[in-house]
């Protein structure tokens, strides 16, 4: 099974020669599996990279692809209507997110109504199911997917994605308690061999102003990995006014209190 991150950038994409190396997408990322379908977490802008490769293979083949939305934020859905995939006749889309099939749909189509985008989501080609989340652990692929609510304003999930003991755990747009550690967290994410979790902020900028954003700090990423014990922490949803200098300070500075921390670049591709 092959990961990948294709937008690691949070709030909006942005551009510049001082923000090439961890890119500037919003957020996004794919698993690829075994049986040729996708799992694809969020819809940022990031997600027009995988659409445009898989639109260039061409062909008749089916192509399956299931999108688990972590929320309707801005920057987490952008990218949809430029998602290659969703023009083409042989193409199934299922969405994923914790709201109702029907209000999914709605909140998805809105991108594209009215004014805002010349062709609507029901007119696009492509065969487009929606699916609120199972209260419990479910299967896609032959991988098991669960899920944990976040401190997020309107809410937010983080999604386990499982293949035997290997596991790995998305924890974007989420904010750490105002003491202690999230505990939900910790033990949802514990073991895992990737855990990518929100660094918007340095814990100066957090506290002179930005407190119930609903966004963390890389101290708070260290902490959380350290307690969960995971293998490997991937700094992500990185300040869109952060350089790759000010990222490379802030991987640095994490690794001082939990080694295993990288940051995750767009167009970084893991064996998992």
């Not at 309707?72 to 023009?87: K, Q, R, T």
């Not at 199934?92 to 010349?118: C, H, V, W």
């Not at 989501?121 to 929606?130: D, G, H, N, Q, V």
Request: aromatic residues 10%.
């Amino acid at each position: 099974m092959r990961f990948e991150f294709l937008g690691v950038r949070g709030s909006t994409p942005v551009s510049g020669k001082d923000k090439n190396r961890y890119g500037g997408h919003s957020p996004s990322a794919c698993l690829s599996l075994s049986n040729g379908e996708f799992i694809v977490v969020d819809a940022g802008t990031g997600i027009k990279k995988l659409g445009d490769r898989l639109a260039r293979k061409g062909g008749k083949k089916p192509i399956k692809i299931h999108i688990l939305l972590t929320h309707f934020h801005l920057d987490h859905i952008i990218g949809l209507p430029f998602f290659a995939p969703l023009y083409l006749p042989n193409a199934t889309l299922n969405f994923y997110a914790d709201s109702s099939g029907e209000q999914i749909e709605k909140y998805l189509s809105g991108l594209m109504a009215g004014r805002y985008f010349p062709v609507k989501l029901r007119e696009t080609p492509s065969r487009k199911i929606f699916k609120k989340v199972p209260e419990k652990r479910f299967r896609i692929g032959g991988l098991e997917v669960s899920h944990c609510p976040l401190r997020h304003p309107q809410g937010s999930l983080s999604y386990k994605i499982k293949d035997g003991k290997r596991q790995i755990v998305f924890a974007t747009d989420t904010e750490h308690p105002p003491s202690g550690l999230d505990e939900r967290l910790v033990a949802f994410a514990r073991g895992s061999e990737i855990f990518i979790y929100d660094a918007m902020f340095t814990p100066e900028e957090y506290e002179s102003g930005r407190r119930g954003w609903g966004h963390s700090t890389w101290l708070a990423a260290a902490e959380v990995a350290r307690a969960a014990e995971v293998h490997n922490l991937y700094l992500s949803h990185f300040n869109p006014d952060h350089s790759d200098k000010e990222i490379e300070r802030i991987v640095s500075l994490s690794r001082q209190k939990f080694p295993r921390t990288y940051g995750a670049r767009e167009g970084v591709e893991l064996i998992f």
